[in-house]
């Protein structure tokens, strides 16, 4: 079964502190995106990534860094935390170009709640 | 800039009733795919439908079906005999099959279904 693995479910941080999100995902998919969903905005891309070490700024870049070295990873840093960035964070992933496999073009985590207090 | 608007926050009516949600996009590229996913409160994200851009013939999944106007850049989604358990988020979404392959997505719809 495809899988797109985040790491943590749920985090309580402090500000100030970096932070580390991480997305897995085993598809060998080229195509990997950051979220962050909040009430009546949607999701918001933040950063995505079409190859290994190669990243485009999403719609909200600002407060973030993300980092590909390997193909099925794709980390979203949050150099120093701030309460604003609480929120919801998703990950996806698709091939490149997108194209239906196994039913889906785009995989989805299961989300990671971070709470920066 | 591509964008997605969903210009309806919360919709609201009765089991079996049918309910339309709106999507509107904006991008000058030919070639993507349309989504309408759905969001329980798992937040974990299910395909409901997909439309290719390229294919004229809207696409239909049992009780769930769209109308693509492709020059008005209009996805819209049809949910016939609405049952309690369609209740959910709603979200609109295209991705750009060329170029930079940026998924896009609209802000939601929340839509309960009453007994």
């Not at chain 1, 964070?89 to 194209?99: E, F, K, N, Q």
């Not at chain 2, 802000?107 to 279904?113: A, E, H, M, S, Y």
Request: hydrophobic fraction near 35%; aromatic fraction near 12%; glycine fraction near 6%.
């Amino acid at each position: 079964d495809v899988k797109v693995t985040q790491s943590s479910r749920y985090l309580v941080k402090r500000t100030g502190e970096k932070v580390f999100l991480e997305c897995v995902q085993d598809m060998d998919h080229e195509n990997m995106f950051w979220y962050r969903q909040d009430p009546g905005l949607g999701l918001r891309l933040i950063y995505f990534s079409y190859d290994v070490k190669m990243k485009e700024k999403g719609d909200i870049p600002e407060g973030y860094s993300v980092s590909r070295e390997k193909k099925e990873r794709f980390s979203l840093i949050l150099e120093s935390a701030s309460t604003n960035q609480t929120s919801m964070y998703l990950c996806a992933s698709s091939l490149t170009p997108p194209r239906v496999r196994s039913g889906n073009t785009i995989y989805f985590g299961e989300g990671s709640w971070l709470t920066v207090v | 800039a591509q964008t997605v608007t969903q210009s309806q926050p919360e919709m609201s009516v009765q089991e079996a009733e049918t309910v339309t949600l709106s999507c509107t996009y904006d991008t000058s590229e030919n070639n993507y795919y349309l989504f309408w996913y759905k969001q329980p409160p798992s937040r974990q994200m299910i395909l409901v439908i997909r439309q290719e851009a390229y294919k004229q013939q809207n696409a239909t999944e049992n009780r769930f079906s769209v109308n693509f106007q492709k020059a008005a850049k209009s996805f819209s989604l049809k949910i016939s005999d609405s049952q309690l358990g369609d209740t959910a988020m709603y979200f609109c979404a295209f991705i750009i099959i060329q170029g930079a392959q940026k998924l896009v997505f609209g802000q939601g719809t929340r839509l309960t279904i009453n007994p």
